[in-house]
């Protein structure tokens, strides 16, 4: 939300600097994130200040270049070079300094400095009204009243002068911060806190009088409850003879400070009063309203609706419509406005409404038809009820003022149940012991009152709170509590001598060291960690167009009325990093090493009432490019499934999880377009491999993904069943033989090694494939050699040929015995 410092001088006289006010407002619990100047005028006019001309004289040998000397109520005299004609002594003139940045005579921005003209020194510059961008005269000086006070601003004298708007990361439950007022009432609780009595102007609407005609026909749908009830309060009247036009100056730069853009003064004029008073309010043609009267309903579901974006939606039964005599929609009640009843600049009379709408009614609508309005986002965290009609009698002040309009009608009020403050009871004790601190009561009390927040059946025990109607989220003791310590401020709470701890047994090992090791590996290997929600949307698994068939019942469905594309907890991190590599692809990003922890979510029985699952994961995700682009002469290299493979099995390693089993996954079993699973008989620990192209190409994703599916708690498992010992290494030499064999084609590498392993339990350190060669018409139909290497150590002697040669042929003899493998001659 965007706040404009100069807006809130409205309401409180306010000089403390911007960064102390950003201080404030961030205790207050309004997070500020960041501010920035915004001026009125691309003119330095605060570098421009009235002055007076003391003397004038003519430079010889010129016909209009004069040298004055100008005094500009700072105790300095300036000599300035002039060359308007009507410059004279004694003039009140605007003077811009050195350094001011001004316009030239072709409309061109310049900066002012010191020079001399004709062997003169001019240390600024006379202007005139086009070259301050306040009028179009260029043919003399501007030349004020006598009686201008010196060294005043032009920004000051015009009204001019530039604005800091603040960014504010608005939270959801403070309804009484969506507007100017509300921020500006903050501010002045905190000051009160300190002792500083500042006055607070506050709009004033007396002067508003009803119209001679009868109020306008207006019914709204009942309800059993307030929190059932659609329409809280509806508030409006009608103004006649309204001229639509330009908003003046002051009202555009306003809006234009806080993101607006301008349309026309009806408009602007509800614009401005939901920034300021945190009320949306609507202008309806009046010409336009069929039947003479107003209907706050439902519709049909399907019934078509063209919006003012001259989009046509079909509404939803839900949709809280605001319809004519005639039932046909005109705006969507709170979040939308309809294009055949809105003001245009032929529109003379209005009527003009004010209304609190449910906020549960207009959160779903905003969400079902994805129109995230300012209308609707101030609606759904809640409007008070009791601010409606003042923000009415406001909005139809200012209408009158800008258009010309006058009030024709008596106010239309519909109100069933007045809405009054919570009642919280209240106790000092309780107070003080949430807070951590004793406040006396009298500061309390102080805090309450600044925060408009009353006090009733008092004693010396407690009282009770009587919570202000535009505080939605304050019901409870401990959001009084919460109240009180955001103006007191957290930062002033005593830290305590004593803090008192209890020993927590930690479970071996620690998944959380566990899961920081990999981190680290995985970083220190050029990954870089990404972060995705735990929702997804269930197209991804469910229906015709599903990229990863699951039944429906086995996904953990919320109910999600903030984004309805996010509608069920993720059964796996696949997408999540799919999305993450789209959008960095989209981005000139295409060389990615990223990897995820979280948690993936499931039902295992079809059973409606089954309970959810959790299982931590770990996703690795590798693809385009292996290494950047390089001067060197060879060519980049893709990654593929085996940089992939690397790094999981560099990870395992340093994890010390080992002594598992390879399997290759069936061919087109999905996500995978191939893939291979790590694991411990039925207890998966990884499956990797890459995604399917029909995946890829669906998301729209160029490069093939290699994807890493780690089973975490698996892991973890592993890793807590290892036994750490230390070996002292070896005195003596190593040994490698080498040994081509010719087997069927189904045979794998890491069934050969497994075999080796087994066969040769001590001696044999490592088992290695360093070539394959495939060619049917040499060694046979479904055959291929593989060259492996076998690396022999023994710790205790040094191993003769006849050793190597025994554990040799104990090899060869497996091999051909198990797995039908001939030695290649």
């Known amino acids: 939300m965007k706040v404009s410092l100069n807006w809130i001088r409205d309401f409180l006289d306010l ?24 001026k009125p005028s691309p003119v330095d006019l605060d570098k421009v200040f009235t002055a007076k001309v003391l003397s004038c004289e ?63 020194p001019s240390q ?94 207006v019914s709204i749908p009942e309800g059993d409850s307030r929190d059932t009830r659609p329409v809280l309060r509806y508030t409006g009247v009608i103004i006649r003879n309204v001229k639509v036009a330009d908003s003046p100056e ?48 439902t519709l049909p579901e399907g019934t078509p609706f063209l919006a003012l974006d001259e989009k046509e939606r079909k509404l939803f039964a839900e949709d809280l419509m605001i319809c004519d005599g005639a039932d046909t929609p005109m705006c969507i009640g709170g979040v939308f406005g309809g294009a055949d009843s809105g003001v245009t600049n032929n529109t003379s009379d209005i009527f003009l409404e004010s209304a609190c709408f449910n906020p549960r009614f207009i959160r779903r609508s905003m969400i079902r038809h994805n129109l995230r309005t300012d209308s609707a986002w101030t609606f759904e965290k809640g409007v008070d009820p009791n601010g409606c009609l003042y923000a009415l009698q406001r909005a139809a002040l200012l209408l009158q003022e800008l258009s010309g309009g006058s009030i024709a009608s008596a106010v239309t009020d519909l109100y069933p149940e007045v809405i009054e403050p919570v009642r919280v009871p209240m106790q000092f004790a309780r107070i003080n012991r949430l807070i951590g601190e004793a406040l006396p009561a009298t500061k309390v009390k102080s805090i309450l009152n600044a925060l408009e927040i009353g006090i009733a059946d008092e004693n010396a025990e407690g009282f009770t709170a009587l919570i202000p109607t535009n505080k939605f989220d304050v019901t409870r003791e401990a959001d009084v509590v919460e109240e009180i310590l955001r103006v007191h401020g957290l930062d002033n709470v005593p830290i305590p001598t004593q803090i008192r701890s209890s020993m927590e047994i930690r479970q071996r090992p620690n998944p959380d060291s566990i899961r920081n090791l990999a981190a680290d590996i995985l970083a220190a290997n050029g990954f870089n960690e990404c972060m995705s929600l735990s929702l997804s949307n ?34 796996t991190l696949l997408f999540g990093g799919l999305e993450a590599i789209l959008r960095n692809q989209n981005r000139q990003n295409a060389d990615l090493r990223l990897f995820e922890f979280g948690k993936v979510f499931s039902r295992p029985a079809l059973d409606a009432d089954s309970k959810t699952y959790e299982t931590l994961r770990l996703g690795l995700f590798v693809t385009g490019q292996h290494s950047a682009e390089s001067w060197q002469p060879a060519a980049k290299k893709a990654v593929d499934f085996y940089t992939l493979k690397a790094y999981v099995q560099v990870l395992l390693a340093r994890l010390g999880v080992s002594g598992y089993q390879e399997s290759v996954l069936p061919a087109g079993e999905a ?42 708690e698996n892991i973890i498992a592993a890793v807590g069943s290892n036994t750490i010992r230390f070996v002292e290494s070896s005195k003596f030499p190593a040994v490698r033989r080498d040994l081509a ?18 066969t040769v339990k001590k001696a044999l350190k490592e088992v290695n494939l360093f070539d394959v060669f495939e060619e049917e018409s040499k060694l046979g139909a479904g055959k291929k050699s593989y060259a492996l290497s076998f690396v022999f150590e023994d710790s205790e002697k040094t191993l003769q040929d006849k050793d190597i040669d025994g554990m040799m042929q104990q090899l060869q003899q497996a091999f051909e015995t198990k797995l039908s493998a001939q030695v290649r001659k």
């Not at 004298?157 to 608005?170: H, M, P, R, S």
């Not at 064999?741 to 087994?758: G, H, I, P, T, Y």
């Open 538 to 571: 269930s197209a991804y698994h469910v229906g015709e167009s599903a990229l990863l068939p699951f039944e429906a019942e086995k996904l953990a469905f919320v109910h999600n009325t903030a984004n309805q594309g996010l509608d069920c907890m993720r059964p």
């Open 124 to 217: 600024g510059m006379i202007c005139a009204e086009d070259e301050l961008g306040i009028g179009h005269d260029h043919s003399g000086i501007k030349i004020l009243p006598p009686d201008t006070p010196l060294g005043q601003t032009a920004a000051d004298l015009f009204g001019k002068n530039a604005d800091t708007v603040i960014e504010i990361g608005l939270t959801p439950n403070r309804s009484d911060a969506t507007c100017h007022l509300g921020v500006a009432k903050d501010l002045r609780a905190h000051f009160a806190r300190e002792g500083a009595e500042i006055p607070f102007r506050k709009p004033e609407v007396s002067a508003f009088k009803a119209g001679p005609e009868a109020a306008y026909p």
């Open 250 to 297: 002051w009202l555009q730069n306003r809006l234009l400070a806080i993101g607006q853009r301008p349309i026309n003064n009806v408009v602007d004029i509800t614009n401005y009063i939901r920034a300021e008073l945190g009320q949306p309010l609507h202008a309806f043609d009046l010409a336009k309203i069929k039947g003479g009267s107003i209907k706050v309903q």
């Open 741 to 758: 064999l010719v087997v069927d084609q189904a045979v794998s590498f890491a069934e050969m090694r497994q075999l080796a392993n087994k």
């Open 58 to 120: 003519r430079i010889p040998d010129t016909d209009h270049l004069s040298a004055t000397t100008v005094d500009a109520g700072d105790g300095v005299v300036r000599s300035v070079v002039c060359g308007a004609p009507n410059v004279a002594a004694g003039q009140i003139v605007l003077l811009a300094i050195p350094g001011a940045n001004v316009y030239s005579k072709d409309g061109q921005l310049f900066t002012i400095g010191e020079r001399k003209v004709r062997g003169v």
């Open 671 to 712: 996500p995978w377009q191939f893939a291979l699973r790590y694991h411990r008989g039925p207890q998966e620990l990884v499956t990797l491999g890459q995604v399917s192209s029909a995946i890829s190409k669906k998301m729209d994703i160029k490069n093939p993904v290699f994807y890493a599916d780690f089973h975490f």
């Open 15 to 38: 000089h403390t600097p911007t960064e102390t006010i950003a201080d404030i407002l961030t205790a207050l619990g309004l997070e500020v994130e960041g501010w920035e100047t915004v």
